[in-house]
């Protein structure tokens, strides 16, 4: 088995929300991130959240598969939330915008099991602290469509959020 790789991506715009949104079966697709227009939905996504401000600024996220089903709904599915702390790794690409050091999952997918998020065989985090970029790997459970959603709220907040992303194939 190789993995097939794949370019880093932003999930939409830089996002300011101060609280999640409700996430509810809808007609209209989500615009966030479309996988359905592969050949095959990804088995797996990495991802890298990053934010603007500064080191130690903090924020939540979470990640959301939706899948269309026969009456015409994308019906979401939570696949993965976190609370990010960002690091003094200046991304590169835009100003003032900085990678994640420390990824706390607080969900990491159906099998979660042992309550303490850390088991999960459906997320990985690789979460390094001391300034070193960390990131998750998290499975996309076959969802046609994935979204973020943001939350800023806290004390030492990034004034902007968003997350890197790309899909990870298996290839035979």
Known sequence: MSVSANNFRRAASNSTATSFTAQIPKTTAPDDVLLDNRADVPEYLILIPFGKDGNDDTFDFRVWGWNLEPGGYYVPQLLFAASVVLGNIAAGFAANTFLADTIAATFKGPADWDGAHENSPWATVVSNAGDLASY?????????????????????EGTECNCLWRPVDRTR
């Open 136 to 156: 998750a790997l998290i499975s996309t459970f076959g969802c046609s469509h994935i979204s973020f959603d943001y939350d800023r709220a806290g004390g030492q």
